[in-house]
């Protein structure tokens, strides 16, 4: 399939872009480089062989992704292009709702115009809020306790709602844990454009001397180590999963299928630091902290949904996770050229 990747320069979709490929398909990046760089593209060209066709465009901005689809035969659309930082999201409500909706509405109507009924959605495990359980499944209620996490709910809804209106649509909401880790290249990777608020980048630029030291937020938790507990998954497993749940929906007879992209396993925040000390062969300085307010203690997938009906299992170690991030984070100490 040709497939429209909205965000496609960014950490996911950048790593989802070089599955895709290898996998047959026919990819088109739309980007506003917003959290990204134009640097990426050369970097794909390098591990995929293939010239990619990447496009800057504001995604918001329904006329310019209309031409889009009028400029380039489009089958399919993964759609990455969001703002993710949860902090970012509660001090400045109203750039979270306009772009991460705008982005979604744009696209959705240029699919209308265009005939173009297969996308896949990013979404998020933040989605399950505080479920009062560690093992979230699909069929959990979903909520939200931040912006961010409320245009996920959101997307997740339009979406529905839009497939319940045009029964023809085929929609995969996918919903992540912890994205971590980097193709194995060292080619490309996470490249946070602030200070890092998630824990593996944080760790990442510790060991490479770009921050001082880890905080590590609560060691007070109900967990086996004190500290918090998470689902990290390799970006790689992640884009594998986008391109079982794009091929499914080519044959799926239902118009919304949810699946949990997750190991099913949970790390502790000082597992992770200790698995990244053994990568980088180096002690990595850190204090524990106070908690960091709207933090659960611990949660990770049940994958057993994906694992069935996408016959895709998540396949890297921590180790494998910690590793790939490292040799991402030594060749680029300052992430993608400008
Ligand atoms: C993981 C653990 C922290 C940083 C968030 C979003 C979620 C998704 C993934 C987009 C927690 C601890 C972290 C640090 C720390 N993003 N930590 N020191 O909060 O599980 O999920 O990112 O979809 O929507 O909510 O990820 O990496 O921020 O935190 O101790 O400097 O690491 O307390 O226990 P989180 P995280």
Redesign the pocket.
Known sequence: MRVLVAGGAGYIGSHTVVKLIEAGHDVVIADDFSNSKPAVRERLETITGRKITMHAVDLCDRDATDHLFTDEKIDAVIHFAGF?A?GESVAKPIDYYENNLGTMFSLLRAMERHGVNIIVFSS???VYGDAGTSVMHEELATTAVNP??WTKVMGEQILRDVANARPQMRVALLR?F?PVGAHPSGLIGEDPSDVP????P?IAQVAIGRREK?????GDYDTKDG??V?DFIHVEDLATGHVAALEALGRADEPVKTWNLGTGNGVS?LELLHAFERAADKKLPYEIVAR?PG?LAAYWADPSLANEELRWHATKTVDDMCVDTWRWQKNNPDGYPD
Request: hydrophobic letters at 35%; charged letters at 15%.
């Open positions: 993710k949860v998020s495990a933040t961010y996490g992540y912890n608020n998630n824990l593996m944080f880890l905080n590590i937020f609560g500290t918090g998470r925040v960091r933090d």
